[in-house]
């Protein structure tokens, strides 16, 4: 089931039940155009098949990657799916992740927004997870602006990790547009979490500075990323730690992403200390919404969260959910134009 968000302004945002996934955006360009922005598919089957990279949807239990798909709290060990390259726990797990579980869809309406509540229950022990988790994902448009805001909330009745983000893939010239390599993008981050080569984070946290990690300046994103083609990422899948003002609550600045031609410009704010910033280096000219194909490079991801891998590292900020206490995490993604 597929909702429709739309505002004063035209923006127009659809999600569907399944994964509470975004599989539309509609934002004008410089000259008022609407073009969706977010790479997607025509209908659910081509959300359950093999070219479904996440796209666009509620990405969790915990996103990013658990490492051998193991942890252990209070001194019981858990163990979860391998699901990335047999090695690794991705994004959540197998097939009852909460990007292919159904969710409860509820629309509200008031003076200044107009929005979407999906609720899911995830059972103790789903995905290998302990505790009955009670989410709440919700999609705000802001009516007088072009502004959308993803809201999640959660509580528990056991200690559990909980990290979630929403997996959209952006092209600000348009979903299907062949290349993201000349956006300019500045991310607010002057460090980053080390990782191996297979994407797992060290421990260490190093400086971006003289590095091809370096968005501190808006910056071309194909300027350097051929200096990691032959990394375990393969271009840009790298989590960044932002640069958190505490006086900037609840909210602080992430990252921008401008696209040359459109002038379509992203600001992006989130009350979470990482951003993962992802390439689309495995995208693999799967055929999405009308028709368009998706080339490799063709999309970029800015997921807000936790840094990967938390529950295996104490000195990261904490993943875990208490009971009695609420999870709550909050991004907003603006839209506007580069009047440049």
């Avoid at 971006?208 to 370096?214: K, M, Q, W």
Wanted: proline share 4%; net charge negative; aromatic share 8%.
């Amino acid at each position: 089931e597929i909702y429709t968000l739309t505002n004063d302004t035209g923006m127009t945002a659809k999600v569907m039940t399944r994964g509470a996934t975004l599989v539309e955006l509609h934002v004008p360009d410089k000259d008022g155009n609407m073009n969706d922005v977010i790479l997607g598919f025509d209908d659910v089957s081509g959300y359950e098949s093999e070219g479904n990279q996440y796209f666009g949807c509620t990405t969790g239990r915990v996103c990013n990657r658990i490492d051998s798909g193991r942890f252990t709290l209070d001194d019981k060990n858990y163990t979860l799916a391998k699901n990335d390259g047999d090695k690794h726990h991705l994004h959540g797990g197998g097939e009852n992740s909460l990007d292919k579980v159904v969710w409860n869809a509820k629309a509200f309406d008031s003076e200044k927004v107009t929005g979407l509540i999906f609720t899911y229950t995830s059972p103790d022990g789903e995905e290998g997870y302990p505790g009955n988790l009670s989410i709440r994902v919700i999609y705000l448009l802001v009516k007088a602006q072009n502004l959308l805001r993803i809201d999640y909330e959660a509580t528990t009745d056991q200690r559990t990790p909980i990290n979630l983000t929403n997996h959209m893939y952006l092209n600000l010239e348009g979903a299907g547009s062949p290349t993201v390599l000349d956006h300019k993008l500045q991310i607010n981050a002057d460090q980053y979490t080390v990782a191996n080569e297979e994407l797992i984070p060290t421990g260490e946290i190093a400086e971006v500075s003289g590095t091809p990690l370096d968005f501190r300046q808006s910056t071309r994103i194909g300027d350097r990323i051929e200096q990691l083609t032959d990394t375990g990422a393969k271009g840009y899948d790298h989590n960044y730690v932002l640069n958190v003002n505490r006086q900037d609550r609840p909210q602080h600045f992430v990252a921008t992403l401008t696209a040359p031609t459109s002038g379509r410009l992203l600001t992006i704010h989130s009350t979470e200390p990482g951003v993962q910033l992802y390439s689309g280096n495995f995208l693999m000219g799967q055929t999405g919404k009308d028709g368009k194909v998706y080339p490799h490079r063709s999309a970029i991801c800015l997921e807000t969260q936790h840094y990967p891998d938390s529950v295996n590292h104490d000195d990261f900020p904490s993943t875990i959910l208490n009971p009695g206490e609420t999870f709550v995490s909050q991004t907003t993604y603006r839209f506007t134009t580069d009047e440049n």
